[in-house]
């Protein structure tokens, strides 16, 4: 989509996060209704924004000597900001419905508004600063619930402080490589580069690697993701909602940004996180920890498409950030009302919900089937496009990558959906409120209308000259077919083991410790080292002040042992030899003007 139906220029110049800023000003004075009313409008009046406003630049600010492009509007900000903005009036809705307060909500909006203006700028800079914002608010947010979010809040902050350390280093090495004009963090359709080194027969980009590392924590790449899965269980339901969106959707982007022609490192990472999500997924217990699994595993789907490069691929990958957002806000939503009506996170806490809460059951299916990539539903299409990338590149393994992590899609689902609503004894289970049932009944519409008549999502990809699909074809339904019938099979067949599992060990299990251990053994080498150096520069200064307190005594134990005789007789004939001695007050001030003369000396010579 290159340009809106209804452009107005003079949008360009309103960047929207300040709607989100306005809306925090207005909570601050009104009620919570009120509150919550002005912030769902103020978050639609972002989405009407991005329909409306042309492709092009804002204004600029200059910081540090750089230029900071605050508005930069091209398909994919405003891909970015319709979904943030619509998704975010829904999770504001539903954090009102289920009793979250004005202060719950103040940081809420801190996270997306951050998370906007990070989608939005036109360059590194303006990204980073939006980044570490977002990092900053989103732990608050995590720390406002109190209990065992605190502890999972620091392991988050964490985590986003050395993700934000990285990428920030990988800008400045890139700055060193391009140069520093005020321009050159601009984004340019290059990405980052620069700085190459050959490794194992292949040019790796310093700069490129560090941002990559750092984008990958926020994305929750296999090996960096521990943070994920502690803290999106931990605070409060309607928290957890929000968190769903947009830290890792804002790094799937800040990819795109970095490789914007792919990347095959990326594109197998996301093939092996497909995998490994639905792996540790089928493991856990606990609702939100195995709605947090599937993230990662979805983000994989994500960055395999951006990391063919192709436009297909590239499409698939923004079309599928779309429509993840919606199906797994309404997977938590669904997991929130159980959470709120029961005060239960496990699956094994309590019996079988059945049909004794028909709304609930109604939003978790929808949700399931959209992730899981049943036709007709939005999942289904953006899958079938990401597939299709990568067996159309060339790239048979990864093909099979995501099928297989589509398989395990289904498996997990069938899992959630058998221990939660059939398995044990049945129970009355209290329905979704009102307001539940509207908000996340419209999340639900837009997963069943995405998945039908996909053409307006289609509209607002990119390349849309450039590519084509049919997302209703017989390979596409037979694909979606083997992978429902692999998922049948798994559950049936591991059904014995997911019994006795709860959780798994993680790789946590195994850098945890060595971080650990590691750090105190750096910490406490570190400091050895220290105090023996002091210990020696301490040592080195009294031996001055002796060798000048008494030279006669300090030259004698420099010379050869059959010099001394001769030495001493010497020294004893030697009028006045008592007078080179001084006191020790005297010695210092000596010392210390010998060394400042040498210390004078050796910086004028490197002037």
């Known amino acids: 989509m290159s340009a809106p139906l209804f452009g107005v220029d003079a949008l360009l110049s309103v960047p929207p996060f300040l709607f989100v800023v306005a809306a925090v000003v207005l909570v601050a004075l009104l009620p919570r209704r009120e509150a919550h009313l002005v912030t769902v409008l103020a978050l639609l009046g972002t989405v009407a924004w991005a329909l409306l406003v042309p492709d092009g630049t804002g204004p600029t600010v200059t910081f540090l000597g750089f230029e900071v492009i605050v508005v930069d509007v091209s398909v994919f900000s405003r891909l970015m900001v319709i979904i943030f903005g619509a998704f975010g009036a829904a999770a504001v809705g539903y954090a009102y419905f289920a009793g979250a307060s004005n202060r719950h909500l103040m940081w809420g909006l801190g996270y997306v508004g951050a998370s906007l203006w990070t989608v939005v700028v036109g360059d590194w800079l303006g990204l980073i600063v939006g980044w570490e914002i977002m990092a900053i608010a989103s732990t608050v947010f995590v720390w406002l619930s109190g209990g065992k979010a605190i502890r999972a809040g620091f392991r988050y902050a964490l985590a986003h402080g050395i993700g934000g350390s990285l990428l920030l280093a990988g800008i400045v090495l890139y700055l060193f490589a391009v140069g520093p004009e005020p321009t050159a963090l601009h984004f340019d359709g290059n990405g980052i580069g620069g700085m190459e080194v050959a490794a194992a027969g292949l040019a790796i980009s310093i700069p490129a690697a560090l941002a990559g590392v750092g984008i990958g924590v926020n994305a929750a790449v296999i090996g960096l993701h521990n943070w994920m899965p502690d803290t999106y269980p931990a605070p409060h339901a309607a928290t957890s909602v929000f968190l769903a969106c947009y830290t890792t959707k804002t790094a799937v982007y800040a990819a795109y940004r970095a490789f914007p022609e792919g990347n095959l490192i990326l594109a197998y990472a996301g093939g092996a996180m497909t995998i490994y999500g639905a792996a540790y997924a089928l493991a856990q217990k606990d609702m939100r920890r195995l709605l947090s699994y599937h993230i990662q595993g979805q983000v994989g789907f994500m960055l395999a498409g951006i990391g063919v490069g192709s436009a297909l691929g590239v499409a698939g990958g923004f079309a599928h950030l779309f429509n993840h957002i919606l199906y797994k806000g309404l997977l938590f939503m669904a997991a929130g009302i159980i959470i709120l009506q029961l005060d239960k996170n496990k699956l094994d806490e309590f019996g079988a919900i059945g049909t004794s809460a028909p709304i609930a059951l109604g ?50 689902f069938i899992k959630f959906g058998y221990y939660g609503f059939l398995d044990g004894e049945r129970f009355q289970m209290p329905d979704a409120n009102l307001g539940q049932t509207v908000v996340a009944g419209a999340v639900a519409a837009a997963c069943v209308v995405f998945g039908l008549a996909y053409q307006p ?77 002091g210990d020696a520069v301490i040592g080195a200064g009294w031996a001055l002040v002796d060798a000048v307190h008494d030279p006669g005594t300090a030259i004698r134990t420099v010379l050869p042992a059959g010099w001394r005789d001769r030495y001493d007789r010497r020294l004893a004939s030697t009028p006045g030899k008592t007078g080179a001695k001084l006191g020790i007050g005297r010695t210092i001030y000596v010392a210390t003007g010998l060394l400042t003369i040498v210390l004078a000396v050796a910086l004028f010579i490197d002037i």
């Not at 060339?394 to 093909?399: A, C, D, K, Q, V």
């Not at 390979?475 to 006795?500: E, Q």
């Open 363 to 412: 939003l978790f299916l929808i949700g399931a089937l959209s992730i899981s990539g049943v036709p007709g539903f939005n999942g289904f299409v953006s899958k079938g496009m990401l597939t299709d990338a990568a067996e159309y590149g060339g790239h048979e393994p990864l093909f099979w990558l995501l099928l297989v992590g589509g398989v395990g899609t289904y498996a997990s």
């Open 457 to 533: 999502l289609f509209a607002l990809l990119p390349f849309t000259d450039q590519w084509s699909t049919d997302p209703y074809s017989s390979a596409h339904l037979l694909k979606a077919t083997g992978m429902g019938v692999g998922g049948i099979v798994v559950f049936v067949i591991g059904k014995p083991i997911f019994d006795r599992l709860h959780g798994g060990k993680d790789v946590d299990r195994l850098h945890d410790p060595a971080a650990f251990y590691g750090t105190r053994a750096l910490s406490g080498g570190l400091g050895g080292f220290y105090n023996r150096v």
